[in-house]
């Protein structure tokens, strides 16, 4: 299993990125998607998953961002707005059925004041 994830940068406050996650070596169509993200010095947390009856937010995102996935491309994307600083963290991808088995690699983001 493969989950290849891109997108992250450099944003100021306010502004908007949209992460991808390419998954390959799963079915795609039976597993649940999610992100993840980790600040430096504090413990990865939850921040969106999805499965095929929707989505699920952490509070801290809940408005900002937004999960999708594509059953074509085997692919979910996680579109960030309204970013700010604390949202500063790399973001990994997950997919599992009932726990989060696979892991990306993750990809930075970084949100200047």
């Known amino acids: 299993v493969q989950l290849q994830a891109s997108g992250g940068g450099l944003v100021q406050a306010g502004g908007s990125l949209s992460l991808s996650c390419a998954a390959s070596?799963?079915?795609?169509?039976?597993?649940?998607m999610g992100w993840f993200r980790q600040a430096p010095g504090k413990e990865r947390e939850f921040v969106a998953g999805?499965?095929?009856?929707?989505?699920t937010y952490a509070d801290s995102v809940k408005g900002r961002f937004f999960i999708s996935r594509d059953g074509a491309k085997n692919t979910v994307y996680l579109q960030m707005n309204s970013l700010k600083p604390e949202d500063t963290a790399v973001y990994y991808c997950a997919a599992g059925s009932c726990t989060y088995d696979y892991w990306g690699q993750g990809t930075q983001v970084t949100v200047s004041s």
């Open positions: 999805i499965s095929w009856n929707g989505g």
């Open positions: 070596g799963l079915t795609f169509s039976s597993v649940n």
